[in-house]
Each structure stands twice: as C-alpha cells, then as structure tokens.
C-alpha cells in the first residue's frame, strides 16, 4: 500500500509540473474538458463513447512522455546534437499522431 501511495504522489507532482511548465499540456487539458463530455454524449455505445474518450486520453500520454523526453534531453545539455533533435522530433510526432486519431476516431464515429 505504501508503494501504491508513494506512486500516486509521483504521477500527481508529474501532472502538476507539466501543467505548470508546459503551455501545449494545458492547451490539450481543455481541450479534454471540453470535448470529454462531448464525446460521452454523442456516443451511441459504451464502445463508442470509450473511443471518443480514449481517443483524447490517448492525446495527454502522448504530450506527458514528450514533456518527460524533451525534459531529460534538455538535463544532457542545451546544445544542439542531431540525436537530441532527433529525439524530440520523435516525441512530437508522437503527439501530432495522437490528435490526428483524435480526428479520425471523431469523424470515423460521428460522421
């Protein structure tokens, strides 16, 4: 239990540090609040409205090990190394990915 709590206490600094430290975070937070309880009550299923859900879920971990990725790269150092770009490319293309499934999930079930 102790673990479980120690873990908890993690993740809940983790949230607080990327709505504190990155823009982009906080941007994708509203747009869930919004767009959350759209997708619940657009949903025609419960299968539906998990993917509508997910869909957004999917954005906040994507943006979360982006943030978590630029930050240890920026810990090696400031200068510009092409595997440092490289990897932070990576990272937002990862969360480029999770809003374009967003939109497909969206308009896969909506439309």
Same mark, same amino acid.
């Given at each position: 239990m102790d673990r479980l709590l120690k873990a908890t206490k993690y993740s809940l600094m983790g949230l607080k540090a990327a709505w504190e430290t990155e823009a982009a975070f906080r941007q994708e937070v509203f747009l869930f609040i919004i767009l959350a309880p759209l997708g619940m009550w657009l949903? /025609?299923?419960? *299968?539906?409205?998990?993917? *509508? =859900? &997910?869909?957004?879920?999917? =954005?906040?971990?994507? /943006?979360?090990?982006?943030? &978590?990725l630029e930050a240890a790269i920026d810990r090696i150092g400031e200068d510009i190394h092409p595997l440092s770009k490289k990897a932070k490319d990576v990272g937002s293309a990862a969360v480029f990915i999770a809003l374009v499934n967003v939109v497909v999930t969206w308009g896969l079930i909506l439309v």
């Open positions: 949903g /025609e299923s419960g *299968l539906e409205r998990a993917a *509508l =859900v &997910g869909a957004l879920f999917i =954005v906040l971990i994507a /943006e979360l090990l982006n943030s &978590g």
